[in-house]
């Protein structure tokens, strides 16, 4: 193709941000570079913004003066993506269609911030040369990059740089997937990646599908292949639990029996479902579809766990100074 560069470090992605200090990643602190870009809609979804793959205008209300600036309602700002509803409060409203293509640059010119862009295009070298600057960390903890998204495979060439660099640079490295991809993106992916922490959302296909958008079908057959394909790479799988839709023994033992066979499989974790994200709906005027679901509580986060734990053949931990 014309244009694409010829040095893999000049070549872009989609970065939504770059997360300092994570230690729920992979081993020891990681930095986190989270791509955007998402194959699946899962209704609970906290991170509306790493779903489409162009970077995206927000819009804050709360930081919007209103009619004391109306900086948005003169160009160079598409004419109508900005308005006023006579008799409402003194925010400006947005018509998300005609504000689509508004850019950073656009952006920029809001005086007060209530406009902001999620996601930039950087380049392999520029997103590594952030991830070095935590490089200490990563050597007292054996720590390294994580990429995470929005689904990071579906920008496999980028993600496959921005893994053989850090190993090139002497990092460890992990991807956060539910591979809902073709697997000749995982091939490019996988053999630059230390370990794999990979989401069984649901078992059954049809409530996948439900909830998701999708089948489980081609995932469940990457996710083997993928542990057959790469037998040096750590897998570790992983649940966001949520109540009323997988947080069951069913799901749990459903996983395990899959996992349980492959020994690079080393781990099983659970992800209580929490509400941390959802004003970031309003930003982007969407609208959150799991507005009455609750965080899992602890005792059924415990009793799934011990589950788990039995399967892995893990004893049961007890409280310091307890019997």
Not at 97 to 107: E, T
Not at 215 to 222: F, M, S, T, V
Request: aromatic fraction near 10%; include cysteine.
């Amino acid at each position: 193709m014309k244009n694409q560069p010829t040095n893999p470090s000049d070549l872009k992605g989609t970065v939504l941000n770059i997360q300092r200090y994570c230690s729920h990643d992979g081993p020891g602190i990681r930095t986190t570079v989270f791509l955007k870009g998402c194959s699946l809609r899962c209704k609970w979804c906290g991170n509306p913004e790493s779903i489409a793959f162009k970077p995206e205008l927000s819009y804050d209300p709360q930081k919007c003066t209103g009619k004391a600036c109306g900086r948005c309602l003169k160009p160079p700002f598409p004419e109508g993506a900005f308005y006023f509803v006579e008799g409402d409060d003194e925010r400006v409203k947005v018509n998300w269609d005609l504000a689509a293509d508004c850019d950073q640059a656009l952006a920029s010119l809001c005086p007060t911030g209530a406009l902001e862009m999620f996601g930039k295009l950087m380049t392999v070298n520029e997103v590594l040369d952030e991830v070095e600057k935590d490089a200490s960390f990563y050597r007292n903890t054996g720590g390294g990059m994580t990429i995470s998204g929005g689904e990071v495979m579906l920008q496999p060439d980028f993600a496959a740089a921005l893994l053989k660099g850090a190993h090139e640079r002497g990092f460890n490295t992990a991807v956060e997937t539910a591979c809902n991809v073709p697997w000749s993106f995982i091939e490019k992916v996988l053999p630059h990646v230390d370990t794999m922490l990979h989401d069984h959302k649901l078992t059954v296909p049809e409530r996948h599908k439900k909830w998701t958008g999708v089948d489980n079908k081609r995932i469940l057959e990457n996710f083997k292949k993928a542990y057959e394909t790469f037998p040096d790479v750590v897998f570790i799988a992983r649940t966001p639990l949520i109540p009323g839709v997988n947080a069951d023994e069913e799901h749990i033992r459903a996983v395990l029996e899959f996992i349980r066979p492959h020994k690079n499989v080393i781990d099983y974790e659970l992800l209580p479902y929490h509400r941390f994200g959802l004003g970031k709906y309003e930003l982007l005027g969407e609208v959150y579809e799991l507005d009455d679901y609750k965080t899992p509580s602890a005792d059924l986060v415990a009793r799934l766990q011990a589950i788990i734990d039995e399967a892995f053949g893990r004893k049961e931990k007890t409280s310091p100074g307890g019997n």
